[in-house]
């Protein structure tokens, strides 16, 4: 049977299973389970990829950093830190602004998950409770990831950067009209009918600066260790934002104390460890579309040998692959290291200058396309998880948006193919 349909199959069982048990973390093990049997790996083999993942140095800085994200979160409402940042936000700006500008803000921080932080602040912004879920899912999931096509921040930017020998100011700079097109779609299709609200008039109790200081630390902290001390990234790709995030947590304690029982109610609550099982099977899954099949060759590999048997055209290969990874892996990084590689090597020795950037553009829509409608995107998951939406309503109710983002990218990539 061809890969491509073992991993579509496995990933309608996913969706369907999802569906019927109301337990994502279930059905992500399911399809692992049925994704592992039909590529032949043996019990042994499959508990070997699932093990090696699982304890891999990457998943625990992972989940060390979805955990923290859930505590400064927590710990950001316990001392209304959340609280004065909405209302300082919404002092400023009006309803519509405040929704886009809060998950954006948290969005310059590559933190996987980082959607579950920026969910109470949008939640904040609804001030009389007149927004659904599903409207909430909507901004919050998209506004989160507006950044993702040319923040240098982003390890997928920096992978791209690395495999497509691109300067970096170059790719920003070929990529930040798309910046622009996901904050036009995301007003028009999404803030654009929400009723007209105008911000309010709030008594100041400090400074944006200061509510903002947790997140900013992050970001310090982060970009500081990045610039340093890159060797702590060939460690944990994750290990700077988990010293930024703790860093952060300590700082919020010396402005703001808790009480030691107000840490215990944070560390023990069940939100934390139940989205680490649901990213730690994410991430299993992963293992097992990155690993290699029994007969030595890479499961991607083999399902672009198989396209490629069919005669497919390579611009259309490409651009299937890298939606496909992105879809699957759930990951920027997944998906870019998955497929660019391969779009390297389709694209020849000396692409023209006009077929090589029209690509990486396209391509690399495709994969972030792949990733944002991916239920192994964690970003959904945690959006799902705290606004009570289901993966099926959150998928359909960007469908649109999407449909515009490929249709504007595929016009832009089209002219720097005339371009250049």
């Known amino acids: 049977m061809p890969v491509l349909v073992k991993i579509l199959v496995s990933f309608s069982i996913i969706i369907l ?69 909405v209302e300082s936000i919404n002092n400023r700006l009006s309803q519509k602004a405040s929704l886009a500008v809060l998950p954006a803000v948290i969005g310059l921080l590559p933190m996987p998950g980082g959607a ?11 001030r009389d409770g007149d927004l659904s879920s599903i409207t909430k899912t909507r901004i ?79 970001v310090l902290v982060y970009t500081l260790i990045s610039l340093l001390f890159p060797y702590l990234e060939k460690i944990s790709k994750y290990l700077p934002m988990l010293i930024g995030l703790v860093t952060a947590i300590i700082y919020l304690q010396i402005l703001k104390p808790l009480t030691a029982r107000q840490w215990k109610g944070i560390l023990l609550s069940k939100k934390a460890p139940t989205m680490a099982i649901l990213v730690a099977s994410i991430r299993i899954y992963g293992a097992f579309i990155e690993a290699r099949l029994p007969e030595g060759v890479l499961l991607m590999e083999k399902m672009s040998q198989e396209l490629d048997l069919l005669g497919i055209p390579p611009l259309f290969l490409i651009l299937f692959i890298s939606f496909l ?9 997944g998906f870019v290291g998955a497929s660019f590689p391969i779009m390297m090597v389709l694209l020849g020795q000396n692409p023209s200058q006009a077929t090589f950037l029209s690509t990486v553009v396209l391509a690399y829509a495709c994969g972030q396309i792949g990733q944002l409608n991916s239920p192994m995107h964690v970003c959904l998951v945690v959006t799902n998880q705290h606004f009570g939406t289901s993966l099926l309503q959150s998928l359909s109710s960007i469908f649109k948006p999407v449909v515009a983002l490929l249709a504007g990218v595929i016009v832009y990539s089209s002219f720097l193919y005339l371009v250049f």
């Open 325 to 333: 990874s992105g879809i699957t892996t759930g990951l920027g990084v």
């Open 17 to 85: 299973c999802s569906k019927l048990l109301k337990n994502l973390a279930i059905a992500i093990i399911l399809g692992t389970g049925v994704l592992a049997v039909w590529s032949g790996h043996s019990f042994i083999s499959s508990l070997s990829i699932a093990w090696a993942r699982f304890y891999a140095l990457d998943n625990f800085s992972l989940l060390m950093v979805i955990l923290c994200v859930i505590w400064l979160s927590s710990q950001m409402q316990q001392t209304e830190i959340m609280k004065n940042l």
């Open 140 to 218: 919050n999931y998209w506004f989160r990831h507006i950044w993702e096509y040319f923040w240098p921040l982003y390890p997928a930017v920096l992978l791209t950067v690395d495999i497509t020998r691109l300067p970096i100011w170059k790719f920003m700079v070929l990529q930040f009209p798309i910046f622009l097109l996901m904050v036009f779609i995301g007003y028009w299709f999404i803030l654009r009918k929400l009723p007209k609200k105008e911000k309010v008039s709030i008594q100041r109790n400090g400074s944006l600066i200061k509510f903002l200081s947790p997140i900013l630390m992050v």
């Open 116 to 126: 579950l932080f920026s969910a109470p602040l949008v939640d904040g912004c609804d």
